[in-house]
């Protein structure tokens, strides 16, 4: 008996602690670590020829047979390194882990969803994986596959010393919707001297200050080696900028002009701190001048010739930066919701400029007229909405809408909303309304702006947007930008590419569909040519007078054929300067 109960006693005496079972231990908070390391190319000590990738996770885990890793083959019309790369070595806290590579398709996911649709390369593992997990490969620091075509520049650039990619081209990340601490950083001892490493967060190495989810990280920019950057050093908040290569401009104040245009949206729009925001400026030559809206930063170009046109690449500047502080829809999702956001971009990337004092009214007019003269000569002006994703990549006339008919769309929503409030409403109210609905955790959809319109407007600004949105013609009214314009008509011809526009969308771009008596015909294009390079559309559309030139392979031989890329006259509204008009009065 006493034997018995001694135990029992001294138990009773015993801490706490020691009786309870040990608690599982929690799991580490999911994160990343991502290095670069640029490596000078053999031949050439000023030159960037290939870029080790290091990435570290902690807190994922994936079972025997179960993918790892993914990356989409293609990302908005640009390979990945998926294919490309080499040198791969996974280790975790066992040891090597060997991996066999399966293509697999995914669902396909909207434009600001964690993980993009499509074909994609999957990265399986051979055993469950335990404890940290350390992957490494190399990719080329210059895009080695042929371009596809017009889009967002992704992919690697070695340009000028320098090198620079998107996340969504190189980053291989788990599936699923974890949302990790992210830290970016460089190694540069094996970069051309002088080297510095800059990427969405800020210079050098930084760790975000918020968690970011697989579209955040994919959508980060970096760039490296001998570039340029404004102010410099960079600060740890607000705005910053880099450039890569040697524009025809003067880079740093271009960037200051930015960083001024930053601060006043980042007033109009009511925040008071400003997270650290980079503009990236590199070469570009398929469809130079153009950008893209990514995580705290965007990217745009310049090129050669009118490729360097200042007063383009600042209103691009300030269109994409918009897009950091505007309202988007959440549903319908992708590209069918684009005139929204992109409509409101092209509306304000101008007005907001002029309001501020930063263009003058006829650089404010030149931006008008510019979307104005490319959508009421487009022969696509009245296609519905809903064929806007099917047929973006693929005609150049699509792709433009989203940005012409709905900045048009919008000048005569504000112009209503002006004019029914007698100048107290515009505008500006339902995007903030639209706004602080996104704030308040709402996925907003095209009900919450007919809400709006109702609201403000009445029923009649329902069936007009509903109009609108089936490929109704908006018309402003001759005072809708302004007391100092009015609308007129003038002549001007419809762009005409000459041949099915989908040839330049195809690896392999072979004419057919040549339209008789185009002046691509005229000019000898024949059916069965090969062209040979990309070929910029989106610019060279708003522009009268720009000919294009086309480098086609015809029996073994590659000959130019340049026409001007233009068809019948139609009226065209356009803007103009009232005389006597003064600028202090202009703006709205």
Same mark, same amino acid.
């Given at each position: 008996?006493?034997?018995?109960?001694? =135990?029992?006693?001294?138990?009773?005496?015993?801490?706490?602690?020691?009786?309870?079972?040990? /608690?599982?231990?929690?799991?580490?908070?999911?994160?990343?670590?991502?290095?670069?390391?640029?490596?000078?190319?053999?031949?050439?000590?000023?030159?960037?020829?290939?870029?080790?990738?290091?990435?570290?996770?902690?807190?994922?885990?994936?079972?025997?047979?179960?993918?790892?890793?993914? *990356?989409?083959?293609?990302?908005?019309?640009?390979?990945?390194?998926?294919?490309?790369?080499?040198?791969?070595?996974?280790?975790?806290?066992?040891?090597?882990?060997?991996?066999?590579?399966?293509?697999?398709?995914?669902?396909?996911?909207?434009?600001?969803?964690?993980?993009?649709?499509? =074909?994609?390369?999957?990265?399986?593992?051979?055993?469950? %994986?335990?404890?940290?997990?350390?992957?490494?490969?190399?990719?080329?620091?210059?895009?080695?596959?042929?371009?596809?075509?017009?889009?967002? /520049?992704?992919?690697?650039?070695?340009?000028?010393?320098?090198?620079?990619?998107?996340? !969504?081209?190189?980053?291989?990340?788990?599936?699923?919707?974890?949302?990790?601490?992210?830290?970016?950083?460089?190694?540069?001892?094996?970069?051309?001297?002088?080297?510095?490493?800059?990427?969405?967060?800020?210079?050098?190495?930084?760790?975000?200050?918020?968690?970011?989810?697989?579209?955040?990280?994919?959508?980060?920019?970096?760039?490296?080696?001998?570039?340029?950057?404004?102010?410099?050093?960079?600060?740890?908040?607000?705005?910053?900028?880099?450039?890569?290569?040697?524009?025809?401009?003067?880079?740093?104040?271009?960037?200051?002009?930015?960083?001024?245009?930053?601060?006043?949206?980042?007033?109009?729009?009511?925040?008071?701190?400003?997270?650290?925001?980079?503009?990236?400026?590199?070469?570009?030559?398929?469809?130079?001048?153009?950008?893209?809206?990514?995580? !705290?930063?965007?990217?745009?170009?310049?090129?050669?010739?009118?490729?360097?046109?200042?007063?383009?690449?600042?209103?691009?500047?300030? !269109?994409?930066?918009?897009?950091?502080?505007?309202?988007?829809?959440?549903?319908?999702?992708?590209?069918?919701?684009?005139?929204?956001?992109?409509?409101?971009?092209?509306?304000?990337?101008?007005?907001?400029?002029?309001?501020?004092?930063?263009?003058?009214?006829?650089?404010?007019?030149?931006?008008?007229?510019? %979307?104005?003269?490319?959508?009421?000569?487009?022969?696509?002006?009245?296609?519905?909405?809903?064929?806007?994703?099917?047929?973006?990549?693929?005609?150049?006339?699509?792709?433009?809408?989203?940005?012409?008919?709905?900045?048009?769309?919008?000048?005569?929503?504000?112009?209503?909303?002006?004019?029914?409030?007698?100048?107290? %409403?515009?505008?500006?109210?339902?995007?903030?309304?639209?706004?602080?609905?996104?704030?308040?955790?709402?996925?907003?959809?095209?009900?919450?702006?007919?809400?709006?319109?109702?609201? !403000?407007?009445?029923?009649?600004?329902?069936?007009?947007?509903?109009?609108? *949105?089936?490929?109704?013609?908006?018309?402003?009214?001759?005072?809708?930008?302004?007391?100092?314009?009015?609308?007129?008509?003038?002549?001007?011809?419809?762009?005409?590419?000459?041949?099915?526009?989908?040839?330049?969308?195809? /690896?392999?771009?072979?004419?057919?569909?040549?339209?008789?008596?185009?002046?691509?015909?005229?000019?000898?294009?024949?059916?069965?040519?090969?062209?040979?390079?990309?070929?910029?559309?989106?610019?060279?559309?708003?522009?009268?007078?720009?000919?294009?030139?086309?480098?086609?392979?015809?029996?073994?031989?590659?000959?130019?054929?340049?026409?001007? /890329?233009?068809?019948?006259?139609?009226?065209?509204?356009?803007?103009?300067?009232?005389?006597?008009?003064?600028?202090?009065?202009?703006?709205?």
């Amino acid at each position: 008996m006493t034997g018995l109960v001694i =135990p029992m006693l001294a138990a009773a005496f015993l801490p706490a602690t020691v009786l309870a079972a040990s /608690p599982e231990p929690s799991p580490p908070e999911p994160s990343i670590d991502v290095t670069l390391t640029p490596i000078v190319a053999p031949r050439d000590p000023a030159a960037i020829g290939t870029v080790r990738v290091t990435l570290r996770f902690d807190g994922i885990a994936a079972k025997r047979g179960e993918p790892l890793l993914l *990356l989409p083959l293609v990302a908005s019309n640009v390979d990945t390194v998926a294919t490309v790369l080499s040198g791969m070595a996974v280790r975790d806290g066992r040891g090597a882990l060997h991996l066999s590579v399966r293509d697999v398709t995914l669902p396909e996911a909207g434009m600001r969803d964690a993980v993009a649709g499509g =074909p994609s390369r999957a990265w399986i593992a051979d055993r469950a %994986t335990s404890g940290p997990v350390t992957v490494t490969y190399t990719v080329p620091a210059e895009a080695t596959l042929p371009p596809r075509g017009p889009a967002p /520049p992704f992919s690697f650039s070695a340009d000028g010393g320098g090198v620079s990619a998107a996340g !969504h081209v190189f980053l291989l990340l788990p599936p699923g919707d974890l949302r990790y601490r992210a830290t970016y950083g460089w190694d540069l001892s094996r970069a051309p001297s002088g080297s510095r490493g800059v990427s969405s967060l800020g210079e050098g190495r930084v760790t975000a200050a918020e968690p970011l989810d697989g579209a955040q990280l994919r959508m980060s920019f970096f760039m490296g080696g001998r570039i340029g950057t404004w102010p410099s050093p960079v600060p740890a908040r607000g705005f910053f900028g880099a450039w890569q290569g040697v524009p025809a401009f003067d880079a740093a104040e271009l960037l200051g002009w930015t960083g001024t245009l930053y601060d006043h949206y980042a007033r109009f729009f009511g925040q008071r701190q400003s997270a650290p925001y980079g503009v990236f400026l590199r070469y570009n030559p398929v469809n130079a001048g153009g950008g893209v809206g990514l995580y !705290h930063a965007f990217v745009t170009t310049f090129g050669k010739g009118r490729g360097s046109d200042v007063g383009r690449i600042r209103i691009t500047l300030a !269109h994409e930066m918009f897009h950091t502080f505007q309202p988007f829809l959440s549903q319908p999702g992708g590209l069918e919701s684009s005139w929204f956001g992109e409509g409101l971009a092209t509306f304000y990337q101008a007005r907001l400029p002029f309001r501020f004092g930063m263009l003058t009214p006829d650089d404010y007019l030149a931006d008008i007229n510019w %979307t104005a003269a490319r959508y009421y000569t487009s022969s696509m002006a009245r296609v519905p909405n809903s064929v806007v994703p099917a047929r973006f990549w693929a005609d150049t006339r699509v792709r433009t809408l989203p940005y012409d008919r709905g900045m048009l769309y919008f000048a005569t929503v504000d112009d209503a909303l002006r004019k029914a409030s007698a100048g107290e %409403t515009s505008l500006d109210d339902l995007v903030m309304a639209m706004l602080a609905l996104e704030h308040q955790g709402k996925a907003t959809t095209d009900a919450d702006w007919e809400m709006l319109l109702r609201q !403000h407007l009445g029923e009649q600004a329902v069936t007009d947007f509903r109009a609108f *949105l089936e490929g109704t013609m908006p018309v402003p009214a001759s005072d809708a930008f302004g007391p100092c314009f009015r609308r007129v008509a003038k002549p001007l011809r419809r762009y005409e590419l000459g041949f099915l526009t989908d040839v330049l969308s195809e /690896p392999r771009r072979v004419v057919r569909g040549l339209a008789p008596g185009s002046a691509a015909v005229l000019a000898g294009l024949r059916d069965g040519d090969e062209i040979v390079d990309p070929v910029p559309q989106d610019g060279i559309q708003g522009e009268q007078d720009q000919l294009l030139t086309l480098r086609v392979r015809r029996d073994g031989r590659v000959i130019p054929i340049t026409y001007l /890329p233009r068809g019948e006259t139609v009226d065209a509204w356009q803007w103009e300067r009232i005389p006597g008009a003064q600028a202090p009065t202009c703006a709205l």
